[in-house]
C-alpha cells in the first residue's frame, strides 16, 4: 500500500499475501479501545502499480485486525472470538489527492472503524469465510467521516474506489480476487456480542470516481451493528447463509448515514454497484449469491437491532456496464440483512426469525435525492435506483431459484421509517432484472427479488405482533426508461406485514399456490 495508518487494540497490522489460514481479530478474553484517527492527503497523486496495494488505508479498529493482501488458505475470518469490551475509534480522513491503482485488490481510499476485529482483506482460495465476532461483550465502532475531492480509479479485480464503514460487531470488506470458490459463509456476529456502531458522513467533490475490473464497488458508505460489511463472495450448496446476527441477546443499534456526492460514478465489471448505502441494525451488508439457502435477515434476536436514518443527496451522473452492478441502492434495515445477488438453495426468506424484544427490530427514516444528469445500467439484474427502509429484517435479492418468502416470522416489534424520494434524474436500464426506480418501507420485513423462479412464493410475515410501514413519498420530474424484461419503470410501495415486490420468470409451475 502507498500509504497505511491505523490504530488497532488488541494486536494486527498489515501484511500482503498469506499463503494459509487467515484471522483478523483478538481470540479470547480482554477488552481494548483503539484511538481516533484523522488523516489529510494532500499530495497531487498517489499511484500504485502491484497486487494488494491500497492507495490510502485508514483504520480504527478494537478487537485486532488490519489489513492483509490475498489468502490462500482454507479459513478466512474477520472477527474477534471476544469475552469483554472491545472499541473502534473515530475516525476522520480529508482526502485531496488523485489516487490511482492498477494491482489487483488495490482499494483506492479505504477508511474503518472496527469494533469486534476485523478489516480488509481478500480471498483467492478456501472454504470458510466469517465476518463478525463471537463469544460475548460488547464491540463498539466510531463515527467514520470522509471528505474526498481527489479522482480515484481503481484498474484490478476486487478492487473498490471508496469505501467507508462503521462496523459493531466485527467484520469489514472482503473482496474474491482471482478466485471461483463456493464458501460456507458466515456473515454477522454469533453467540451473545452487541454494540452500537457510529454515524457514517462521506462528502466526494471530484470529477470522477470509476473502477473497470469484476468485484469492484466504486462507493461504499455502511454503519452496520452486528457485525458484517461487504464481501462480494459466493456461498456454497453445502450450507445454510445468514445475513444477520444469530442468537444475541445484546442491542445493536447501527447509525445514522449521510452521503453527498458530486462525483461522477463508473464501474465496468460485474458485482460492481455504483453506490451502495447502508444503515443495518441486526448484521448484515452486500455479499454476492448463495448456491445453498439463504436468508437476509437475523435469527433468535433477544434485543434490539435498529436501523439508522439515511441521507444521500447525489448530483453527479452514475454508469454500470456490469451484471448484478446496480447504479444506487439504498437501505435502512432493522432485524438484519441487506444485498445479495441470488439463492439457489432449498428456500429464500427475506427477513427476520424471531425476535422478542419489546424495543423491536425497527428502522429509520431514508430520505434520497438525486440531481445528476444520467443514472445509467446496462447489465443483467441491474436496477438504477432502490430505496428501502425494512424493520424485522430483509433487503434486495437479485434472483432466486429457491422456495421464496418475503417477511418476518415471530417478530415483537418491527416498524419501517418513511422514505422520501426526489429524482430528477434520467434513469435508464437495458437489461433484464433491472428495475429503474423502487422506494419502499416494508414493517415486518421482506423486500425485492427480481426474478423468481422457484417452486413456491410467499409474500407477507407470519406472527408479527405489530409491523407498521411508514410514508412513502416520490417525486419524480425526469425521463424513465427501462429495456429489459422483468424490469418495472416505478415501484412505490408501503406495506404494514411484510412483503415485498417480485416478478416471475418464464412462468414456472409453482408446486404451491402463491401467498400473499
Excluded at 460456507?184 to 451473545?192: K, S
Excluded at 434490539?304 to 444506487?328: D, F, P, R, W, Y
Excluded at 432493522?334 to 425476535?355: D, E, M
Excluded at 423486500?447 to 413519498?473: K, P, Y
Aim: glycine share 22%; net charge negative; hydrophobic share 35%.
Amino acid at each position: 500500500p502507498a500509504l497505511v495508518v491505523q490504530s488497532i487494540a488488541g494486536g494486527g497490522g498489515w501484511i500482503g499475501t498469506v499463503s494459509g489460514n487467515a484471522t483478523l481479530g483478538i481470540q479470547g478474553s480482554g477488552s481494548g479501545t483503539a484511538g481516533a484517527v484523522e488523516v489529510i492527503s494532500n499530495h497531487d497523486s498517489v499511484t500504485t502499480e502491484g497486487r494488494n496495494s491500497a492507495g490510502l488505508l485508514v483504520q480504527s479498529i478494537g478487537g485486532g485486525g488490519g489489513y492483509t493482501g490475498l489468502t490462500l488458505g482454507d479459513a478466512l475470518t474477520l472477527g474477534a472470538n471476544q469475552q469483554g469490551t472491545t472499541v473502534g475509534g473515530s475516525v476522520e480522513v480529508s482526502n485531496r489527492s488523485s489516487i490511482t491503482t492498477l494491482g489487483l485488490n488495490s482499494v483506492g481510499l479505504m477508511v474503518q472503524s472496527v469494533g469486534g476485529g476485523g478489516g480488509t482483506s481478500a480471498t483467492g482460495k478456501g472454504s470458510t469465510i466469517t465476518l463478525g465476532s463471537s463469544g460475548q461483550g460488547k464491540a463498539n465502532a466510531s463515527a467514520v467521516q470522509v471528505s474526498n475531492s481527489g479522482v480515484i480509479q481503481t484498474e484490478g479485480e476486487g478492487s473498490a474506489a471508496l469505501i467507508a464503514q462503521s462496523i459493531a460487531g466485527g467484520g469489514g470488506f472482503i473482496s474474491e480476487a482471482n478466485g471461483t470458490e463456493n464458501y460456507t459463509l458466515t456473515f454477522g456476529a454469533t453467540g451473545n456480542v452487541g454494540g452500537e456502531a457510529g454515524a457514517v458522513n462521506v462528502s466526494s467533490t471530484a470529477r470522477l470516481l470509476s473502477t473497470r475490473s469484476d468485484e469492484a464497488p466504486v462507493v461504499i458508505a455502511q454503519s452496520i451493528a452486528g457485525g458484517g460489511g461487504y464481501a462480494l463472495v459466493n456461498a456454497t450448496d453445502r450450507a445454510s447463509t445468514r445475513l444477520g446476527t444469530n442468537g444475541s441477546n445484546s442491542n445493536s443499534s447501527a447509525g445514522e448515514v449521510t452521503v453527498t456526492n458530486r462525483s461522477d460514478l463508473v464501474s465496468l465489471g460485474d458485482n460492481a454497484i455504483a453506490l451502495t448505502v447502508q444503515s443495518i441494525g441486526g448484521g448484515g451488508g452486500v455479499m454476492a449469491s448463495a448456491a445453498g439457502s439463504l436468508q437476509l435477515g437475523g435469527a433468535d434476536l433477544g434485543a434490539a437491532a435498529q436501523g439508522g436514518s439515511i441521507s444521500v443527496t447525489n448530483s453527479g451522473s452514475i454508469e454500470t456496464l456490469g451484471q448484478t452492478a446496480s447504479a444506487l441502492i439504498v437501505q435502512s434495515i432493522g432485524g438484519g440483512g441487506g444485498s445479495a445477488g441470488g439463492s439457489g438453495g432449498t428456500s429464500a426468506q427475506l427477513g427476520t426469525t424471531t425476535a422478542s424484544s419489546p424495543r423491536g427490530v425497527s428502522s429509520g427514516d431514508v430520505q434520497v435525492t438525486s440531481n445528476g444528469a444520467l443514472i445509467t445500467t446496462r447489465g443483467l439484474g441491474s436496477a438504477g435506483l432502490v430505496v428501502q427502509s425494512i424493520g424485522g429484517g430483509g433487503g434486495r435479492m437479485g434472483s432466486s431459484t429457491s422456495p421464496t418468502t418475503l417477511g418476518g416470522s415471530n417478530l415483537q416489534l418491527a416498524n419501517s421509517g418513511s422514505v422520501d424520494v426526489v429524482n430528477r434524474s434520467t434513469i435508464t436500464t437495458l437489461k433484464g432484472g433491472s428495475a429503474a426506480l423502487v422506494a419502499q418501507s416494508l414493517g415486518g420485513g421482506g423486500g425485492i427479488v427480481a426474478i423468481s423462479e422457484g417452486r413456491s412464493l410467499q409474500m407477507g410475515g407470519s406472527d408479527l405482533s405489530f409491523a407498521d410501514a411508514g410514508t412513502v413519498s416520490v417525486t419524480n420530474t425526469a425521463d424513465l426508461q427501462s429495456q429489459g424484461r422483468t424490469s418495472p419503470l416505478i415501484t412505490v410501495q408501503s406495506i404494514g406485514g411484510g412483503g415485498g415486490f417480485t416478478t416471475i420468470a418464464n412462468n414456472p409451475t409453482f408446486s404451491t399456490a402463491i401467498v400473499l
